[in-house]
């Protein structure tokens, strides 16, 4: 004999030989099979064998019914057998008062009742109408609005359960309005601590004396043309002082000054007034309109005319979108008609949102970084097109300038009798810095 170990399966599948020098041709399996059988109470103890395991062989000799009794099964009961299907309404105590539509079951836990009640949110906004009674902790969906802990904001989570802040303090803006220029703080809330000293964010809108130009700012970057302002006031109280007028220091420059801070008019702004003004000399209407007052106006913006000559092509592009999207909304049978935009980086995402405001447009981003796009939805009898195209007047004001006329001298002929003898006749030069006592 030898001291090798067989490594056969034996006739289960399950199990090794194992035996020392077994030389066998079939491998029965001595053991017990040991699996659970579809009664889940007992086990099979049969030899270990392939394949299914059959069918439990004990039996009950006790009457099997459902919880209620109505429903019986008589002996002899085979093992795993379950509680028979009953038909009558259910009879057990339940949790509310309300109809009970289920039929009588095995189960320990009844179905959830689903009967249609009034229930509170959980913010105590609103009585919710329509809710499956088992169905507890309901939100009306609006901002919960309780107040803080700091005492200056309230929450603005959507209605939910507990409390509104669990171990952490209000991180909302400070709504404080500042000494300077009136907008709010909006630094971290700090409530027993004043407010940091950190420059303003909150866009402003300046505007040239006559409301042609118009320009968005921060409120920080603005505060260059308040200084100059503060500057010019003081210069000019300062030249009172030499000339012995007295002069109150604190009233220098007062905050009704400083709100007045407006654009330079431009050319155009000018050309405007003057064709106002002669159109106030011939006493025309304004409904008229013969000079083209109204139209001649500018309705882009300098911060959109400085972007949209970063890139031009673009810009033409998106001007032809909307002028079809306007024309087939004026001549198509629906009220309203949209066209989508490709992603696009923010510059150019705000160069559409400008012009979907001069064309009447609702413009309204979606998406997310780097997929959000611009969605343009032009409406009947609001949109329409503008008289110029921001490319065109873009395309005009890039024009090159035309070369000044060539000067003309004036010729006198000092032989009267030849007429071929000419010569030109130079102006003496005047030098006004020659000054002689």
């Known amino acids: 004999m030898c001291d090798k170990r067989c490594s056969k399966k034996r006739l289960c599948g399950r199990h090794k030989c194992n035996e020392i020098c077994c030389v066998d041709k079939e491998h029965k399996c001595p053991l017990i099979c040991g699996r659970k059988l579809r009664c889940g109470l007992h086990r099979c103890e049969e030899p270990c064998h392939r394949g299914n395991c059959q069918t439990c062989w004990q039996a009950s000799f006790d009457e099997l019914s459902c919880h209620c009794g109505a429903s019986v099964i008589y002996p002899p009961v085979p093992c795993g057998t379950r509680p028979p299907v009953c038909t009558q309404t259910c009879a057990r105590v339940h949790d509310c008062d309300h109809p009970v539509y289920h039929s009588c079951h095995s189960e320990e836990k009844c179905p959830p009742c689903t009967f249609l009640t009034q229930k509170w949110c959980m913010g105590k906004h609103e009585l919710r109408s329509n809710i499956p009674c088992h169905l507890v902790d309901i939100s009306c969906g609006l901002p919960c609005s309780a107040a803080l802990p700091c005492g200056m904001h309230r929450c603005q989570r959507l209605c939910h359960k507990g409390e509104c802040l669990v171990d952490e303090a209000c991180k909302q803006p400070c709504t404080t309005p500042r000494a300077d220029c009136g907008h709010p703080c909006m630094a971290p809330c700090h409530l027993s601590s004043p407010c ?188 329409v097109c503008p008289t110029t195209t921001l490319t065109s007047v873009l395309e005009k004001e890039m024009q090159a300038r035309p070369p000044p006329p060539i000067p003309h001298h004036r010729q006198t002929d000092k032989n009267p009798g030849s007429s071929n003898l000419q010569k030109i006749e130079k102006e003496a030069v005047i030098d006004y810095f020659d000054v002689q006592d």
């Open 196 to 383: 940091p000293v950190t420059a303003c964010k909150a866009k402003i809108e300046l505007q040239c004396e006559c409301g042609r130009r118009k320009e968005i700012m921060i409120c920080s970057e603005a505060s260059s043309t308040y200084q100059r302002i503060a500057a010019i006031s003081m210069a000019s109280k300062i030249t009172d002082m030499q000339l012995g007028d007295s002069v109150e220091i604190s009233k220098l420059i007062t905050k009704k000054e400083i709100h007045q801070a407006r654009l330079e008019c431009d050319e155009e702004c000018s050309a405007l007034e003057r064709k106002k003004q002669l159109a106030e000399a011939f006493h025309i209407s304004d409904d008229s309109d013969p000079f083209n007052v109204r139209s001649s106006a500018s309705k882009f913006s300098d911060s959109l005319k400085e972007d949209a000559r970063k890139d031009l092509k673009f810009v033409s592009d998106v001007e032809k979108e909307m002028k079809a999207l306007v024309e087939a909304v004026d001549k198509g049978k629906n009220n309203k008609k949209s066209h989508f935009f490709p992603p696009m980086n923010r510059d150019h995402r705000r160069i559409i949102h400008e012009l979907a405001q001069v064309y009447g447009l609702e413009s309204v981003s979606y998406d997310s970084e780097p997929k959000r796009n611009v969605v343009v939805i032009a409406v009947r009898g609001k949109s």
